[in-house]
């Protein structure tokens, strides 16, 4: 019986190998353990639960697509989840983004004390999304808050919520994350200062005016920026559930109308202890993610130009 | 096609003045360069033309209009600059046909003459690529061809040959010299190199500090430099500029102590009251003779054959004024030995004081 033995130089070869790069995996691996503990394994124990029926207390019991079932054919609060969702992220992503670039435009053009309005504009991001100002938001937008005020002076009734009104309350959630527009801001800003001064001006020298020029040359090249920028807020516009957590106190109302899909998973797993549903609804949200990008992905060859004529 | 004016052109950054009133006429179809040392102003001048710098006090006028408020959009003017500045999500094509799309030129117009610049520029097969997927030289001839299918009042070139190699650089120098005569067109050009000045213009502009040292047609600055800077400046290699010390002065002509024992008589006049002088030489104004005829004998420290000319490097008696000398053909001349030399008659240039040229009479020069 012919057997395979690794010949002694290869074998010397690769313990050169491990003895060289030894400090370097040791360094790796506490990062592996937080990987493999806290990810990959939740994420794989997920996917199996998503195929069962788990309440948390007694162990998982294999029910095939029953879960996905139900989710289709049967959840109606799953397609209002769906429904709120979508409407947050086809509003609050392009009305972000926009109100980012405007801005960033203002900024770019090295007014005095730029960098202290950059400041300002860039604090609703690092605050914005904390419950301390959802709370504030809530006192804001609720029965008597301040905006109930200023509506009665604009001769509303007394009483007036715009988050306790079904109507309403996506809208006000929608300004909400308009308004921290400061992460997607500094990354236009920095992709605004990577267009060279020349293309402007021989842009100018072509005859293009304000307009002309930014529709033409600022925007196109912009475009990897702002593919950049739509991806990041699309995902997390997907994944928001803070603010509609702390403004609804959980419930996702009034009438279910800022019942979030992460907030939606939440109630499911965490309230009514349906963990298995929770983990096919946390899959199915992995996989709109997954095909909106793969959809910004395949659009980008048709208005995302780069440097290098690709 | 069109005539420029520049009527005493200022231009401040704050308290910094830049450009100190630049008086210049450019007539219908002339190339003119503007020449000089980096941070001479000269671009900034061509920018305070194309409209891309605003002027700080002075007029310029097209063509008799006076476009001080009229903004680069509307002027008229096309600019190639130096890092070409071509559109990088833009074919070829779309470069040369941006202009025009602007300006609403018919479909058809704009293939005509995106057709023709491509012809001129041999750029045909290049039109569909993106500038990212081009060598420098067919950036750079993208770059004129957008220049020239907006038939301009007027070419502006922002040292545009800069970042190609050497040969590249000759080889577009001839050819935009070729097509300034095939268009006709009135062409300004910014370069600190002194040959592409010599070569390419009709008239060059010699700038310094945001001052106009001199304009003149090319041979005028060579032959007649107005003052040190200039003669310094044009001419490659630059010009032996010695100092020196008037010892007699006779009725047109002056005797100039250069270096200890070495003396030359320069023909100029009427000589006001001068002490100290700089004597000029070109390079190529010296001729190698035999020991008995000679003016000056140099001490050799470097020799540089190039085949058709040899540039020997040396210095007077002393030590204390390096000589540059441009011999035709070659010359079999070691280091350390010496050298016999003559000036060529009327190849003399004087500089007062304070570095003015005095006027040349008809230049002769004796050995001392």
């Known amino acids: 019986m012919a057997t395979t033995t690794i010949p002694r130089s290869r074998r010397d070869a690769i313990a050169k190998r491990w003895q060289r790069g030894r400090s370097g995996y040791m360094f790796l691996i506490p990062w592996l353990i937080g990987f493999f503990a806290l990810t990959l394994g939740p994420a794989l124990a997920s996917l199996y639960l998503a195929f069962t029926k788990y309440d948390v207390l007694t162990p998982p019991v294999f029910t095939g697509l029953d879960n996905f079932g139900y989710m289709f054919f049967q959840d109606y609060r799953f397609r209002q989840a769906l429904q709120v969702t979508f409407t947050y992220v086809l509003w609050s992503v392009p009305l972000k983004l926009g109100l980012a670039l405007l801005i960033a435009i203002a900024l770019d053009k090295g007014t005095r004390g730029v960098d202290l309005y950059r400041a300002i504009f860039y604090l609703p991001s690092l605050i914005g999304g904390s419950v301390a100002i959802a709370v504030l938001w809530r006192q804001l937008f609720d029965r008597d808050g301040l905006t109930d005020q200023l509506l009665q002076l604009l001769g509303w009734p007394p009483g007036t919520s715009l988050l306790n009104n079904p109507d309403h309350a996506l809208k006000t959630l929608i300004v909400l994350s308009v308004w921290q527009f400061g992460a997607p801001m500094v990354i236009f800003l920095a992709g605004l200062r990577q267009i060279p001064q020349h293309l402007h001006e021989a842009a100018r020298m072509d005859g293009a005016k304000t307009m002309q020029r930014f529709s033409r040359i600022t925007l196109p090249l912009l475009a990897p920026v702002i593919f950049f920028n739509l991806i990041m807020q699309t995902i997390d516009a997907f994944k928001a559930f803070t603010q509609a957590f702390v403004v609804s106190a959980g419930t996702g109302g009034p009438i279910d109308s800022t019942l979030f899909y992460t907030l939606y998973l939440y109630q499911e797993g965490f309230a009514f202890f349906r963990m298995g549903y929770a983990s096919a609804l946390a899959w199915f949200l992995l996989i709109i993610i997954a095909a909106f990008t793969a959809l910004t992905f395949l659009s980008a060859k048709y208005w995302v130009h780069y440097d290098d004529g690709r | ?160 040959l800069s ?54 047609a090319p041979l005028d600055l060579y032959n007649h430099p107005a003052n040190l800077f200039v003669a310094g400046f044009i001419g490659s290699p630059r010009m032996n500029l010695l100092e020196g010390r008037v010892i007699g002065s006779r009725t047109g002509e002056i005797e100039i102590e250069i270096a200890d024992n070495v003396r030359i008589t320069a023909p100029i006049g009427p000589l006001p009251d001068v002490g100290k002088v700089t004597l000029g030489i070109r390079p190529e104004h010296f001729a190698r003779v035999g020991a008995e005829e000679a003016q000056l004998a140099l001490t050799i420290d470097f020799v540089e054959a190039l085949g058709g000319e040899t540039l020997v490097y040396g210095s007077l008696p002393g030590g204390s004024q390096p000589i540059i000398v441009k011999l035709d053909g070659q010359h079999l001349i070691e280091n350390g030995a010496s050298l016999s030399l003559t000036v060529q008659p009327g190849q003399m240039h004087v500089f007062d004081a304070t570095g003015r040229a005095l006027p040349k009479m008809r230049a002769t020069a004796a050995a001392a």
């Open chain 2, 1 to 160: 096609m069109a005539d420029l004016k520049l009527v005493n052109v200022c231009k401040s950054y704050g308290q910094v003045d830049v450009i100190h009133g630049v008086d210049l006429e450019v007539k219908h179809g002339e190339f003119v360069v503007f020449v000089g040392p980096s941070g001479c102003g000269k671009s900034t001048l061509l920018r305070m033309i194309a409209g891309l710098e605003e002027i700080t006090d002075g007029d310029v006028v097209i063509d008799g209009d006076y476009v001080n408020d009229v903004d680069a959009t509307d002027r008229g003017l096309a600019m190639v600059f130096q890092s070409y500045a071509l559109y990088p999500h833009m074919t070829v094509r779309k470069n040369l046909s941006f202009g025009l799309e602007i300006a609403r030129v018919a479909r058809q117009e704009i293939d005509r003459r995106v057709a023709e610049a491509a012809r001129i520029l041999k750029i045909e097969d290049y039109l569909d690529r993106h500038p990212a997927k081009l060598s420098g030289g067919q950036r750079q001839r993208v770059a004129i061809g957008r220049a020239i299918v907006r038939e301009p009042k007027i070419f502006l070139f922002d040292e545009p």
């Open chain 2, 163 to 216: 970042n190609l190699d050497a040969e590249l650089r000759v080889a577009t120098r001839v050819e935009i010299a070729k097509l300034h005569e095939r268009l006709g067109a009135t062409m300004i050009y910014v370069t600190h190199d002194q040959v592409e000045a010599m070569t390419m213009a009709d008239k060059i502009v010699v700038l310094r500090n945001g001052v106009v040292e001199q304009i003149g």
